[in-house]
Nanobody, 124 residues
C-alpha cells in the first residue's frame, strides 16, 4: 500500500507560478512511477505529467509542455510539479498518482494510488 500526501496549490493570476508536492510512504518510493492528473469541474480526470522511477524520463500532455516540469527526489520520497506561465485553463483539482510500473501513463485507470487532491485556481 502507498499513501500519498499532497501540498501546494492555491490561487494565482494568469502568468504566475505554483509548485505542487506529493510525499509518498508505505512502499519503496524509488521503485514507483509517479504522475500528476487534474480534473476541472464537469470534466474527466486528465493526465498532466509522469516520471519514471529514476527521474530520467518525464512525460507531459501537450498542453503543458514547456510550462510544467515534473521532478522527483528519491531521498525525500517526494515528487514535484512546477507550474509556470499558468493559464485559466489550468484550473482544477490536481491529483498525485503512483503505480509500480511505467506502462501506459495517460489513462487514469492504470494508476493504483492517489493523493487527496489539491485545488489550483488561475484567474484571468
Amino acid at each position: 500500500q502507498v499513501q500519498l500526501v499532497q501540498s501546494g496549490g492555491g490561487l494565482v493570476q494568469a502568468g504566475g507560478s505554483l509548485r505542487l508536492s506529493c510525499a509518498a510512504s508505505g512502499r519503496t518510493f524509488s521503485t514507483l512511477t509517479m504522475g500528476w492528473f487534474r480534473q476541472a469541474p464537469g470534466k474527466e480526470r486528465e493526465f498532466v505529467a509522469a516520471i519514471n522511477w529514476s527521474g530520467s524520463s518525464p512525460y507531459y500532455t501537450d498542453s503543458v509542455k514547456g510550462r510544467f516540469t515534473i521532478s522527483r527526489d528519491n531521498t525525500k520520497n517526494t515528487v514535484y510539479l512546477q507550474m509556470n506561465s499558468l493559464e485559466p485553463e489550468d484550473t482544477g483539482v490536481y491529483y498525485c498518482a503512483a503505480k509500480p510500473r511505467l506502462g501506459t501513463v495517460a489513462s487514469a485507470g492504470g494508476w493504483n494510488y492517489w493523493g487527496q487532491g489539491t485545488q489550483v485556481t488561475v484567474s484571468s
